[in-house]
């Protein structure tokens, strides 16, 4: 995306959340966690292609109370359209949805706390939806200092027709920023990744390598976690949009 005043990160400074545990690692003591935990909605995925074992942490959002480990935004939208509300979002039936309204309210979601380096792949897709709304999966940095601590956004879905993917890494006290773009339909279920280590970070489709930077002096400094988000970016909302995710997954390195 282009420069923005106020990025859309996950629970940036000064915004409202829920939390909806006493613990925000509520959601890694869970049923217990196998090596291979399946593809769901997404039969290829970049840990069984490259063998990141056993997640770390995972959530198949079977009902709502797996929404007790994420932190649910509630505050001002992106760049201050409409608001970020906890009512944007459910789990049901192993499907978390969140929905963007005619009013420009939507919502989104923080897996705190994070790591630093690491592997994060969510299944995911995205709703044909009103020019105003961007889906995307993110790593955004744990201590909220952004730009400094740097953004890693890994599936960033602008197209209101949904037949494309950005990949955006933010770095440095001025928001520069290394991008790449994919043409694909997201209105189908895809797994998307993230591998973060201390030389590279790549970007991942369905098991496939698709981004890759090396140039470590932009990579975060600090400890990044997850975030699922469907932003307002100011524009038409009058036909909403909707984004789906059937599970979510972080590996150690």
């Given at each position: 995306m282009g420069p923005l005043t106020i990025r859309s990160g996950c629970v940036a400074a000064g915004f409202a959340v829920i939390v909806?545990?006493?613990?925000?690692?509520?959601?890694?003591?869970?049923?217990?966690?196998?090596?291979?935990?399946?593809?769901?909605?997404?039969?290829?995925?970049?840990?069984?292609?490259?063998?990141w074992g056993t997640p770390n942490r995972a959530d198949d959002f079977s009902d709502s109370s797996s929404l007790a480990g994420w932190r649910l935004y509630d505050g001002p939208g992106h760049n201050g359209n409409g608001r970020r509300t906890p009512r944007a979002i459910s789990a049901a039936d192993g499907v978390l949805t969140v929905t963007g309204d005619a009013q420009g309210n939507s919502g989104g979601m923080a897996w705190n706390p994070g790591q630093f380096h690491g592997?994060?792949?969510?299944?995911?897709?995205?709703?044909?939806?009103?020019?105003?709304?961007?889906?995307?999966?993110?790593?955004?940095?744990?201590?909220?200092?952004?730009?400094?601590?740097?953004?890693?956004?890994?599936?960033?879905?602008?197209?209101?027709?949904?037949?494309?993917?950005?990949?955006?890494?933010?770095?440095?006290?001025?928001?520069?920023?290394?991008?790449?773009?994919?043409?694909?339909?997201?209105?189908?279920?895809?797994?998307?990744?993230?591998?973060?280590?201390?030389?590279?970070?790549?970007?991942?489709?369905?098991?496939?390598?698709?981004?890759?930077?090396?140039?470590?002096?932009?990579?975060?400094?600090?400890?990044?976690?997850?975030?699922?988000?469907l932003d307002n970016t100011g524009g038409d909302v009058g036909a909403g949009a909707q984004m789906s995710v059937d599970w979510a997954r972080q590996y150690s390195i």
């Open positions: 909806l545990t006493a613990s925000a690692c509520a959601g890694a003591f869970g049923p217990p966690l196998h090596a291979d935990p399946g593809g769901g909605n997404c039969a290829k995925t970049a840990a069984a292609t490259l063998g592997r994060w792949e969510v299944c995911a897709k995205s709703s044909s939806a009103a020019e105003a709304y961007h889906a995307l999966l993110l790593l955004w940095p744990d201590d909220d200092d952004w730009p400094a601590g740097g953004e890693i956004d890994f599936m960033e879905v602008v197209d209101p027709a949904r037949q494309g993917s950005e990949f955006w890494l933010h770095f440095g006290p001025d928001d520069t920023r290394e991008n790449g773009y994919l043409p694909i339909d997201t209105t189908q279920w895809h797994s998307w990744a993230v591998e973060w280590t201390p030389n590279r970070i790549a970007a991942y489709v369905d098991g496939t390598m698709w981004w890759e930077s090396t140039n470590v002096e932009h990579f975060p400094p600090r400890r990044m976690h997850l975030c699922v988000q």
